[in-house]
Each structure stands twice: as C-alpha cells, then as structure tokens.
C-alpha cells in the first residue's frame, strides 16, 4: 500500500503546477481581451477586477481536468526515466496497477467538478451577465465603436467618429431617426444617465428631413437634446432571464421541454434544443475527462521513457491542446445540427479512450 501512497503523492505538485499554469494561461487571454473592451473606458479597476473573478469560473471548469493530465503524465515519466516502473516489473508488480489511487482521486474530481458546472459556474456567469448591464447602463458610450453603425437605442441607428469613453462623449456624430426618417448630424454630443433615462445632448448640428408633402426641411441647432427612455422592464426582464450557460443540467432540461411544448420554426427549434443539449452534456462530459486523463497519462508516460517529468509536462499539454480543440470546434458543430450534441462533447473522451486502450495494450506488451 505504501507504493500506492507513493505515486498518488508523486501527482499532488504537478496536478497543482498544470492547474495553476493553465490557469494563468487562459486568465491572462481573458485580461487581453478584458484591456482591448474596457480598459481605456472609464471603467474602475475594482470593476474590472470583479469581471476576472466572475470569468474564473468558466476557466477553473476546464484547467482542474487537464491539471489531471498533466500530473499524470508528469508523475509517471518521472518514475519511468528514473528506472522506478523497471524495477518495479522485475518485483513482479505491473505499473498499471499503480494508477488505481490517482483514479479513485481523479473520480473524485470528476464528482466535484459535476457539482461545480451545475451550480457554482451558472450562478457566475448569471452575475456576470448582470454585471455588464449595470456597465451599459452607466456607461452609454461603453459599446460604442469609431465609425461601426450602433442601434442599441431604440428607434436610432448611430454612427461616430471619435469616442470619449472616460467622459461618456463623441464627436462626428450621424443619426437616423427611424420613426421620421430625419438625419441630424452634429460636431459632438455627451450623455447623462439617470435611472429612467438617458439624455444625449447633440452640439453645432443640423436636421435633415423630407416631410410627407414632398417638402425637404433643414434646420440648425446649437444644441439639441433627445430623450432615451430606459426600457425597464426589458431590463429587469433580462436580469431574470437565464441563457443556456447560466443554467444547471435540471435547468437546461426544463428549458427544453418547454421549447418542445411551443409552436415555434422547427428549424429554430432544433437549433435552440440543439445548443441546450449541448451545453447539458459539457457539465458531464468535462468532469469525465479527469478519469480519462489518468487512464491516458499513465501508459504513455510509460512508454515515453526519455525526458521525464519536463516531457510529460508538454505530453499533458499536447493532449489539452488537443481536447480544447475538439471541444470548441464540437460545440460549433453541435449547435448547427451538423453532429449529434452528445457526439459533439463526448468525442474527445471516447477518441482518447480508444487512445489509452491501446496504449494500456502497448504498456503490458
């Protein structure tokens, strides 16, 4: 029993050094993206920091499986370069068998992370959905980009040249009023915001309309104000109001019985049950990945006997790179119908099964 203890030990610091490297990988990614949308905006740093605490979530749901990887890979090229696993076949002991520990501890895992993707991970992506409304509500000028056509506000398709992010200002402004069909355009304008509604106060600016008679009015204007109520009921309705990943297994499991119950497209029913189904069979089938890691890890550092613990770290992060790939790109598939959603999320799993039977196999040999 000693020997068991001895590998399951010999998984705890590289399961930790893969969990908390891949971690700050994919964090860092997210910070990136996090300094191109808001950093520059007016946006508290202690906002932007609550953001990466909510993405966390989403990322630890994914880096705890492949830290299992890595480890595994880590600690058995380790024992195999180290000459341990040959002399343990002389003893008359398989090595295979010494993964049994870190497969009761991977399942363990896998039980855990079951429970962290059906009720930690929904609940922050929902805070963080209600998070970026309260950002917009703020910050009119927030999703605003130079020279991109925006009509986030009811009845308007805006354009600007120039965005103040810190000031809520723009300059070179273009707007089209739906309902009248007027033009108006203005040298620059600024928002307030109140909790009812948002003013735009327009600067140097001129009307363009063609009225019903044929007649073609222009005006001019030192300032010029338009009043943007705020939908509060759409808000609070989108508060409420749960997409597919901030929803547990149970949730995602009502949610399609009752698009199945209403008389919608087919097409977009099938494509919306698809997403759901898809999004169910992720909070399984990622956990599982922790058990098929450690069946995986094992005889193929094994077999890869040259490079140790420094060549089954970058085994482990082939393999990630491999299973992320196939879960991005199944999702998409998934989604469009194109493949089964089950198929879509389980593929990885069962390929590196098949991968590690025959590995197993080749480890007995």
């Known amino acids: 029993m000693i020997i068991y ?3 399951l030990k010999e998984h705890i610091w590289p399961f930790f ?3 908390l490297t891949l971690t700050f ?7 990136f993206i996090l300094i191109w949308d808001i950093v520059g905006k ?16 989403s990322i630890i749901a994914l880096t705890i499986p492949m830290g299992v990887m890595i480890a595994s890979s880590m600690a058995f090229g380790r024992l195999s370069q180290d000459l341990e696993i040959t002399a343990l076949r002389a003893s008359g002991v398989n090595p295979l068998k010494l ?15 079951i429970w962290f993707n059906n009720h930690t991970l929904p609940e922050s992506n929902h805070k963080l959905k209600n998070l970026m409304i309260d950002i917009a509500q703020k910050k009119p000028c927030f999703r605003m980009k130079a020279l991109v056509i925006l009509n986030d506000f009811e ?20 707007l089209f009023e739906k309902a009248s069909s007027r033009e108006i355009f203005a040298k620059e304008g600024c928002f307030y915001t109140d909790s009812s509604m948002i003013t735009m106060i327009l600067k140097d600016g001129e009307i363009h309309e063609l009225l019903n008679t044929g007649r073609y009015r222009y005006l001019s204007f030192t300032e010029h104000r338009i009043y943007l109520p705020l939908n509060q009921e ?10 597919d990943r901030e929803l547990s297994a149970h949730g995602l499991k009502e949610k399609i019985s009752e698009i199945q119950k209403k008389e919608t497209n087919k097409a977009y029913k099938k494509r919306k049950i698809n997403s759901l189904l898809v999004e169910y069979h992720k909070k399984y089938s990622i956990p599982f990945a922790c058990v098929v890691f450690v069946l995986l890890g094992c005889p193929l550092a094994i077999r890869v006997k040259r490079g140790g613990a420094g060549a089954g770290f970058g085994l482990g992060l082939l393999f990630f790179i491999f299973y992320y790939i196939c879960l991005i790109g199944g999702e998409n ?5 194109i493949i089964a959603p089950w198929l879509s999320m389980w593929f990885p799993n069962i390929a590196l099964l098949i991968l590690s039977g025959w590995a197993m196999y080749q480890a007995n040999k």
């Open 42 to 57: 007016g946006i508290k740093v202690s906002i932007v920091l609550l953001l990466l605490l909510l993405y966390l979530p």
């Open 5 to 7: 203890r001895y590998v």
């Open 234 to 243: 759409f808000i609070r309705k989108n508060r409420t109001y749960r997409g």
């Open 333 to 337: 598939l998934g989604d469009r119908g």
């Open 99 to 113: 993964n049994l520990l870190p497969i009761v501890f991977a399942c363990a895992l896998t039980l855990f992370m």
């Open 25 to 31: 990988i994919l964090i860092m990614n997210q910070i």
């Open 155 to 174: 009845g308007y398709d805006m354009q600007v040249g120039y965005v103040d992010y810190k000031q809520s200002k723009i300059r070179k402004i273009k």
């Open 17 to 19: 050094l893969g969990f």
